[in-house]
């Protein structure tokens, strides 16, 4: 099925085909994505610190993560409602704000339910920050570059993980974590300038009744394509909330750092492939970034990896993981349009949230070399539901 836009008016000018991407616009809420990613996986690089300073466990201050995530899934569809006659615009700048103000509060909090309450906030109002990236790309591109803007709004994500969370963690070691929360509030404040000068504005919808969004379940593609999003995700969390006490059991403590740019920095490459193929090569790439982060998990299940083994994991990993948003986001499109990118945010923010909760749980009862193995047992469905899924879903060839 034609992803279509019809709940909410366009409100931009028009896009002939001969036009390209409208770089200002996208990078801006690329920008926002990244702050989303950064603000949300932050605590990950820094949750000894924080566990320490607000006196909790490591395995209650990774909550932190899962809060933030369930708020941003359990909150996408009420809220997508909720706004549905606000100006695009307003809402995007009122969830940055809030983001802005959420981080603030974690800087300068002196308890743990003050800071859940600030993650929980933030996350809320990313949900609508996700909500609206790919209904923006879409309309600030001419169709047959849909697929490259959606990659370009996306590139916030790998840059959050090869830049923001490694920068994060070191700065967090050097300076503290709280400065560093301090620091990210300030870049929300930057963007919220260049947000409001950069991005136009698009109408909500002003009368009649959207169709219901559980109703895009019943169209063809759908399903499976969420599907893939809450399997690939919750592994993906699993992994990577509880990063630091999985490289422990590995005898990497101290290289977290390393293992987190390296992670980053092929999620920039895995990312940069996916957006030169995505119009293209659909199918093909969501098998093959399947496949990489299986390997990855093939390389940690082996007797003691050695430090190069788990580097070469990290890379495999991140190579899948970030060409995996812009395949997913476009895939949930073409699929089912704006009401498919809402169940979308809904499912992988609730996944991320029970990646938290369910490691949280797995390294209290069986510890960190439970994480890979739980990862595999989701991964080999995703990738027998996404070779089935070659009509609809993740189609040879896009609609």
Do not use: C
Request: proline residues 7%; hydrophobic residues 55%.
């Amino acid at each position: 099925m034609t992803a279509t836009h019809t709940e909410l008016p366009i409100g931009i000018a028009p896009l002939t085909p001969h036009q390209g991407l409208r770089w200002s616009p996208l990078l801006a809420l690329a920008t926002a994505a990244f702050l989303g990613i950064v603000t949300e996986a932050l605590p990950a690089g820094v949750l000894p610190e924080m566990a320490h300073d607000l006196r909790v466990g490591e395995s209650a201050m990774g909550q932190s993560l899962t809060g933030y995530a369930l708020a941003t899934g359990l909150s996408a569809i009420p809220l997508a409602r909720a706004t549905a006659r606000w100006s695009r615009k307003r809402l995007v700048l009122a969830a940055v704000a809030v983001l802005l103000v959420a981080n603030a509060v974690t800087a300068l909090s002196p308890s743990y339910p003050l800071t859940m309450a600030a993650r929980i906030a933030a996350g809320v109002a990313v949900a609508a920050i996700w909500s609206e990236l790919v209904g923006y790309a879409r309309r600030l591109s001419p169709p047959h570059l849909h697929g490259r803007a959606i990659a370009v709004t996306g590139i916030g994500v790998p840059l959050a993980l090869s830049l923001g969370i490694p920068l994060g963690t070191w700065s967090g070691r050097l300076i503290g974590w709280r400065p560093t929360f301090g620091l990210v509030a300030v870049l929300a404040a930057a963007l919220l300038l260049w947000l409001a000068a950069a991005v136009p504005d698009a109408p909500g919808r002003r009368t009649g009744r959207a169709e219901p969004l559980l109703a895009a379940l019943r169209l063809p593609g759908v399903r499976p394509v969420l599907f893939v999003v809450a399997a690939f995700v919750l592994a993906h969390n699993v992994l990577y909330t509880y990063i630091a006490a999985l490289l422990d059991h590995y005898g990497m403590a101290d290289r977290r750092d390393l293992v987190l740019l390296v992670l980053g920095i092929t999620s920039v490459a895995g990312l940069a492939i996916t957006g030169a193929l995505v119009d293209r090569r659909l199918r093909h790439l969501t098998l093959a970034a399947t496949a990489a982060v299986l390997a990855a998990l093939g390389l940690l299940l082996l007797p003691t990896p050695a430090a190069p083994l788990v580097l070469l994991a990290a890379a495999l990993w991140g190579l899948g993981w970030g060409a995996v948003p812009p395949l997913f986001q476009t895939a949930a499109a073409d699929a089912g349009g704006d009401r498919a990118q809402t169940l979308l945010v809904a499912t992988w923010n609730t996944a991320m949230g029970l990646g938290g909760a369910v490691g949280g749980l797995l390294l209290t009862l069986s510890g960190p070399n439970a994480f890979p193995w739980f990862a595999l047992a989701l991964l080999l469905p995703v990738l027998a539901v996404t070779t089935l899924a070659r009509r609809h879903g993740f189609p040879a060839k896009r609609p």
